[in-house]
């Protein structure tokens, strides 16, 4: 655990740590607010991502600890690890999620109470984070906003790594809620107006911007709004439509600041939605 000030690092504590373990998370930000309390507060994760952790899967998580037998955290030890603001009274200012394929819709919702801004990514997320670029801008600009901060670390992640199919997005977690229920609404008018139509509904999804957890594995997450508009395209029903707009409003509200290279297009948010077929 280093402290850096005055452009030199110091060691405060070392010895092996399992960085797969909510409990550490959780005494790292106790000890850090504790000891070097500030006005804001920025926190970062960086390493490897594999999204949302869905039922009975064992490989959603972020942060693999190569020594402890690759252990992680699951999104519920995340959350568990990051509440650590929650039970002092306050939120993260800024959740940045430094790893691939974080940029889901459940993640989002799993942090809404704990942060009220997040960086994730809908793709792979290409490292390591210029804390160089980061830390200078910071130092410049002190009474930055946590909401320009949020912009400003993905200029910073774009113009190092824009060689890549990339995207990054900074989320107002107060407004993840509004898209969860107009989703309720939509996938309900989806079911409802589209009977027997499971194999249509799957094309759809089957052509829409998708992405992988894992090199060579199921495109398992798809870009919400790239979905919405392929129903809208595909559908004469006025509910849908109109709720499948309505869906795609709430989250271009929520997504405050969105960029990607390689993509034809991506909206900066995603949901889980395997492919049956």
């Known amino acids: 655990m280093y402290y850096f000030h005055n452009g030199k690092l110091d060691i405060l504590e070392s010895r092996p740590y399992n960085f797969g373990n909510g409990n550490l998370l959780y005494y790292f930000l106790k000890y850090g607010v504790s000891n070097f309390p500030a006005k804001r507060y920025l926190v970062v994760l960086e390493d490897h991502g594999s999204g949302w952790r869905a039922p009975a899967r064992e490989d959603r998580d ?4 190569d020594i402890y037998n690759r252990d992680t955290l699951t999104i519920p030890e995340l959350r568990e690890g990051l509440s650590y603001f929650t039970d002092i009274g306050k939120k993260i200012d800024l ?3 430094h790893a691939c394929v974080m940029g889901n819709l459940e993640v989002a919702y799993e942090l809404k109470e704990l942060a009220n801004y997040l960086v994730f990514s ?3 997320a290409y490292g390591p984070t210029r ?3 980061i830390m200078s801008y910071i130092l410049s600009n002190p009474s930055t906003t946590p909401e320009s901060l949020g912009k400003k670390i993905i200029d910073i992640y774009y113009n190092n790594y ?5 995207t990054m997005s900074l989320i107002d977690l107060s407004k993840i809620s509004a898209i969860l229920g107009e989703l309720y609404y939509f996938s309900n008018y989806l ?3 589209l009977p027997g139509s499971a194999s249509a509904i799957m094309n759809i999804r089957l052509n829409t ?3 992988e957890p894992y090199s060579d594995s199921n495109k398992e997450y798809i870009d919400i709004n790239d979905f919405a508009y392929r129903i809208i395209n595909n559908s004469n029903y006025n509910e849908l439509t109109n709720s499948a707009y309505n869906l795609i409003n709430y989250v271009n509200s ?5 960029r990607y290279s390689g993509f034809n297009y991506t909206c900066g948010l995603s949901i889980w939605f395997p492919c049956y077929c």
């Open 122 to 124: 809908e793709a792979t």
């Open 209 to 211: 911007l998708s992405f």
């Open 191 to 193: 079911m409802n107006t």
């Open 131 to 133: 804390w160089d670029q």
């Open 254 to 258: 929520a997504v405050l600041y969105h």
């Open 95 to 97: 959740l940045y999620l």
């Open 62 to 65: 972020i942060c693999v600890d």
């Open 162 to 166: 824009s060689v890549k199919p990339i």
